[in-house]
């Protein structure tokens, strides 16, 4: 298996434009996770799906953020419009869902978004 | 994917030697914890989990250990190597019977091995 797949690997982009990042889950998984990675908050959660239904998005910084996921094999994270302090790794992770323990997440690369 | 390489505490070994990497965590409630490895230009990658009802548990190379009373969390890695270099994150679920989203990631430790 490729694992979890991101794109882009990099973003650069200005201020105001919207961005989209797009993640493949690992197939069979049934969980999806999107998390933003900065110095200063460290690994934080932003939303997570669980059979394609968005579960918990109290993470989404505001109403800038949002994320879909069409189909089990499909997510996208859209940030529109994007500001400077939205400059981070926004990580996917995927896991087998339910209450199964381990609960390991699979991290994809990453993507790294600099909005100038 | 980048992980956090400034203002995090840092923990530097001898090659060889052992390593002792700890975490405070937030929530007493927390009956899950699992250690996180990132490596530069990775996402974190499993390394190992602890439930709330035991206090250590064994993998290749390392040990996890949970002490419940002042709510810490340690990984131990034996005989430490180079690739064992990256930053380190600790994560508990908070509540009982919550479900994976309510995972809670620490702010990490950086492991520099010297060989």
């Known amino acids: 298996d490729a694992g979890v797949i991101q794109s882009p690997r990099h973003e650069v982009t200005e201020m105001g434009q919207e961005v989209t990042l797009r993640c493949k889950p690992i197939s069979g998984h049934n969980s999806l996770f999107w998390y933003r990675q900065t110095m200063m908050r460290g690994l934080e959660l932003l939303i997570y799906?669980?059979?394609?239904?968005?579960?918990?998005d109290s993470g989404m910084p505001e109403d800038r953020f949002s994320a879909k996921m069409p189909n089990a094999s499909f997510s996208t994270l859209k940030i529109q419009p994007s500001e400077p302090r939205d400059s981070a790794v926004y990580f996917c992770?995927?896991?087998?869902?339910?209450?199964?323990?381990?609960?390991?997440?699979?991290f994809g690369p990453g993507t790294r978004l600099t909005v100038t | 994917g980048e992980s956090v390489g400034l203002h995090l505490p840092t923990l530097s070994v001898q090659e060889g030697d052992n390593s002792i990497i700890n975490c405070a965590y937030s929530n007493s409630a927390s009956d899950y914890f699992i250690w996180y490895k990132q490596e530069s230009g990775k996402g974190p990658q499993f390394i190992i989990d602890?439930?709330?009802n035991m206090d250590k548990r064994q993998g290749q190379r390392v040990t996890v250990l949970l002490n419940k009373t002042v709510k810490h969390l340690s990984l131990q890695i034996a005989a430490t190597q180079p690739g064992d270099s990256a930053v380190y994150f600790c994560?508990?679920?908070w509540g009982y019977g919550g479900s994976q989203g309510n995972l809670i990631f620490g702010k990490g430790t950086k492991l520099s091995v010297k060989p």
């Open positions: 994560a508990e679920r």
């Open positions: 799906f669980n059979n394609n239904v968005p579960i918990d």
């Open positions: 992770a995927s896991s087998l869902g339910g209450d199964r323990v381990p609960y390991e997440q699979y």
């Open positions: 602890i439930r709330s």
